[in-house]
């Protein structure tokens, strides 16, 4: 994993990254859109370099209509807390250190090339990496895709500050070229495809103290954690699939369900095994897999 600077955004930024992640979800991508000439290219961004904790910011979901990724949660939180802020820094600065050689980046890659080629209509061609996920290399490299369309796959993985949940989470827009300038052309609104991923696994033997939990996640080179965000790519990338895959009546359908309150997650409830509970928030087109915990939590 590559250093990453632990000085805070300004909260004038986070008021504008707000604004970015409530963009209207579309849970569905168009039949006249689905199969075009020329297939399609995507993108993967990961603009954070290592892991850091994602703190929760209380009622902000609901007024803003929607969750909230992590880093937009961390520095509004952070802003208002910062010695809480700078504690959990301290303790996940030891777990980053068990994770030395764990490349995120190549293993969201890889899971993102993976899924997407699994579905056939998709026609995907070509699939990059970039660290930077501004509206101005997004538009350049949608200006100089041979392809059509292009799917921007946004990921952000972090811990809680207790250090009891890892979470993965997968943003993925499908933007089409037009007459329109490039810039407009990735405008949020013009999405044809909007939905988020989220992924959570929570350490079966979780105390109260974040230190302890920590260090449970680092044990044996941070197996644990890796294993976690393992698992958190496969999910959401098969959340990814399912999503795109799904017709407009199974898309509608997502709002019937129940609502329920696993852990701290609240949502309509999709499905639930042996293997967790799937919930979906309509109003930020969220699909949230909790995993369930092994016995001995």
């Not at 809680?160 to 933007?175: E, G, H, T």
């Not at 965000?229 to 898309?251: C, H, Y």
């Amino acid at each position: 994993m590559t250093a990453w600077s632990h000085r805070l955004v300004p909260l004038c930024l986070a008021v504008a990254l707000l604004q970015a992640c409530t963009a209207t979800p579309k849970r569905t991508l168009d039949q006249e859109f689905r199969s075009v000439a020329g297939g399609r290219d995507a993108v993967v961004v990961l603009e954070q370099g290592e892991l850091r904790a994602a703190f929760a910011v209380a009622n902000l979901n609901t007024a803003s209509g929607g969750a909230i990724g992590g880093a937009l949660s961390a520095v509004i939180t952070a802003g208002v807390n910062q010695h809480r802020a700078d504690k959990a820094e301290t303790t996940v600065g030891a777990l980053r250190d068990s994770l030395s050689g764990y490349d995120f980046d190549r293993h969201a890659l890889k899971a993102t090339q993976e899924a997407l080629a699994k579905i056939s209509w998709f026609d995907v061609k070509n699939v990059s990496f970039t660290k930077d996920g501004s509206k101005d290399k997004l538009a350049g490299t949608l200006a100089q895709s041979a392809a059509p369309q292009l799917l921007v796959a946004r990921y952000d993985y972090s811990i809680s500050p207790d250090c009891k949940r890892i979470a993965v989470l997968l943003d993925v827009s499908i933007f089409a070229k037009g007459a329109d300038t490039p810039e407009n052309q990735i405008a949020a609104e013009k999405a044809l495809f909007t939905e988020r991923f989220r992924f959570i696994r929570r350490i079966p033997e979780a105390t109260r103290g974040a230190d302890k939990n920590a260090a449970l996640w680092a044990a044996d080179g941070g197996a644990p954690a890796r294993a976690a965000f393992d698992a958190g790519l496969a999910m959401v990338n098969d959340l990814l699939i399912r999503s795109l895959s799904q017709t407009s009546e199974a898309a509608a359908a997502l709002d019937q369900g129940q609502e329920v309150h696993v852990g701290e997650e609240t949502g309509k409830l999709v499905e639930t095994s042996a293997k967790g509970t799937l919930l979906y928030d309509g109003r930020a087109g969220m699909w949230t897999f909790i995993e369930r915990n092994t016995p001995s939590s």
